[in-house]
């Protein structure tokens, strides 16, 4: 990515030069730029005049687009003297620098999601002999994306990558691979029911620092919310501000809806800005929603001034971001085997593990056992006997959330759009957007390709495809009433996917956190890891990827008792 700005694709519609990002002082003066908010983008890089950006906005509202950059990305923030980042990448570096083991620990993990690969990860850089097991054909556990037979990839999610994220901004920079997220302008953009077509904005300062940026984002919005509500919304934060994560944490008993009624905050903030924020982080509303999730996030947006900044993958998950890790663990001698379904935790007559026992019956021994799988599919695979163990009793609460992730590839190239992330504040749709602009690998000139996020989806996870498309294009007529109606009169689509999670992350509601768990079972030599974990970023990337660290962080840590844990398994065998 260039310092200045990377034009990652154009559209033109007569012949013109393309932009010289690197080198901004030769940059040819051109008459417009297609999607909204680019014109501010022209002028901060030098592109256009303001004269010239005036007479774009007339001819913006003219319809007269000679020149159509589609997908600007923008400079990496700058990250890496936060506090957060700086934690987190001594967390990276205690495993690099950890004297090598005498004997490296095998260590077998079930599940290739971003947790299970985040464990594997660091356990190769601490020495270690990791064996990753995924039960499908495919990496990347929530993060998952196929092919169809087009070549088009369509995914288990719409997935963004926020500046408050420094785990996963580590974990990139260790890997190499930082340019492969596309960041976008430092805003948030909501659709406006009330004006179909219509957005509003809340755009983020680059010259302030936080959280006078995300103050100043606020009041400078008055589509959403009146002076009065950010009055009383302001005053409801002051205590969370204040209170630090002590507070945060504590708020877990109450809903977003209980909490901002406890606090005098009028009903209409949650309605504005509240359902979107919770289906977009929960994929459930207001009425469900835990507050301390809503905390958290606002906690690192408000405190970190690049913490939502968002950024996309430049293509689809498994090939940009998960098989960089594995490349990694296998390059340190570990083992990445996909096709490997745990069947059966097997265990010693002490209730400690023996070994996993796989779908096809092979049976896999180590030094320590690890279940990155989702927490449904955990507590199919826990043993009778640990059933009534508290620690594992109280997962039991933890119930996965349903969501659906929808894809549409449309006849036409779509105008009223961003290169952005959007939220819809649609009853039926949570966040979506258009692909063929945000992500370069997807990138289509001629034709857009919509990624929506189907929430809350506890009543449509059973129904058709078709009946969800039906009533996505409905949502979509709204969003798009010059070019999408539900009868498809305007834009046709050509071909769509849907795809089903019927358990993904778990269902924050109130009262969740004390059934987290350790990464570090009761049983010697047992591990869990995954979001819903007990770690600080809850159900997110960043939550996964956290939790790997943690769970092998503690394995190191047990180092030395898992080695004689071993041999005391080897004499037993002996003597038999």
């Known amino acids: 990515m260039s310092q200045w700005a990377c034009v990652s694709a154009t559209n033109l519609s007569y012949q013109a030069n393309l932009i010289n990002t690197q080198n901004p002082q030769t940059t040819p003066r051109y008459d417009a730029l297609s999607f909204h908010g680019s014109e501010i983008v022209a002028r901060n890089f030098g592109f256009l005049s303001s004269q010239a950006t005036t007479s774009i906005g007339k001819r913006l509202r003219k319809g007269a687009l000679p020149l159509k950059v589609v997908c600007v990305d923008y400079p990496r923030p700058e990250l890496d003297n936060t506090v957060n980042f700086l934690e987190a990448a001594l967390l990276s570096s205690s495993f690099r620098a950890s004297s090598r083991p005498a004997k490296p620990l095998k260590v077998v993990i079930a599940g290739a999601g971003l947790a299970g690969l ?6 190769a850089d601490a020495g270690h002999k990791p064996i990753l097991l995924e039960a499908r054909d495919v990496l990347g556990g929530k993060i998952a994306a196929w092919k169809d037979k087009d070549g088009d990839w369509y995914e288990t999610g719409l997935h963004i990558f926020f500046g408050a994220y420094p785990n996963i901004q580590n974990l990139f920079g260790e890997l190499g ?9 430092h805003s948030m953009i909501f659709a406006m029911p009330n004006k179909p077509g219509e957005f509003s904005r809340f755009d983020f300062p680059e010259v302030l620092p936080a959280p006078l940026n995300g103050i100043w984002a606020i009041l400078k919005n008055n589509e959403m919310l009146t002076w009065p509500e950010k009055v009383k919304f302001a005053i409801g934060l002051v205590p969370a501000i204040l209170g630090g994560q002590a507070y945060v944490e504590a708020q877990d008993g109450l809903t977003v809806k209980e ?3 406890k606090q005098g905050i009028p009903d209409r903030v949650t309605t504005e800005v509240f359902i979107a924020m919770s289906k977009a982080l929960n994929f459930i509303n207001p009425d469900e929603l835990s507050m301390q999730c809503i905390l958290i996030a606002l906690n690192r947006f408000l405190q970190e001034k690049h913490g939502s900044k968002m950024a996309f993958l430049d293509g689809s998950p498994p090939e940009r971001l998960c098989q960089p890790i594995v490349d990694h663990i296998q390059s340190l001698g570990g083992e990445v085997r996909l096709n490997s379904r745990l069947q059966k935790i097997e265990l010693n007559n002490d209730g400690t593990v023996k070994s996993f026992v796989l779908q096809n019956n092979s049976v896999i021994e180590a030094d320590a056992y690890v279940s990155a799988s989702p927490v449904d599919i ?7 006997n640990w059933k009534e163990i508290p620690y594992f009793k109280k997962l039991d609460k933890l119930v996965g959330v349903p969501v659906i992730n929808v ?18 504040r649609s009853p039926l749709l949570s966040v979506y957007a258009d692909m063929s602009v945000t992500c370069k690998e997807y990138y289509n000139p001629n034709q857009s390709m919509l990624e929506l996020v189907f929430a809350p989806a506890e009543e449509w996870i059973s ?8 009533a996505t294009l409905k949502e979509l007529a709204k969003l ?3 070019e999408i109606a539900a009868d498809q009169s305007k834009a046709k689509i050509l071909k769509y996917h849907v795809v089903k999670t019927p358990r993904s992350v778990y269902k924050t509601i109130p009262d969740c956190e004390p059934c987290r768990p350790l990464q570090r079972s009761p049983l010697e030599g047992f591990y869990l890891t995954g979001d819903y974990t007990k770690q600080k970023y809850l159900a997110s990337m960043e939550g996964a990827v ?10 190191v840590q047990d180092y030395e008792l898992l080695v004689a844990r071993g041999q005391k398994r080897l004499a037993e065998a002996g003597a038999r």
């Open 118 to 123: 985040s464990t594997a990860k660091y356990l």
């Open 177 to 185: 691979i930082d340019d492969r997220l596309q960041w976008k302008e």
């Open 259 to 261: 909490w901002m009624r």
């Open 378 to 384: 955990f507590k199919l695979l826990v043993p009778e």
């Open 407 to 424: 894809h549409i590839w449309f006849d036409r190239k779509l105008k009223n759009t961003y290169d952005h992330l959007l939220f819809s």
């Open 463 to 470: 129904r058709s495809d078709s009946e969800i498309i039906d």
């Open 480 to 482: 798009f009433p010059d």
């Open 546 to 555: 956290l939790s790997g660290k943690l769970c092998a962080q503690a394995i």
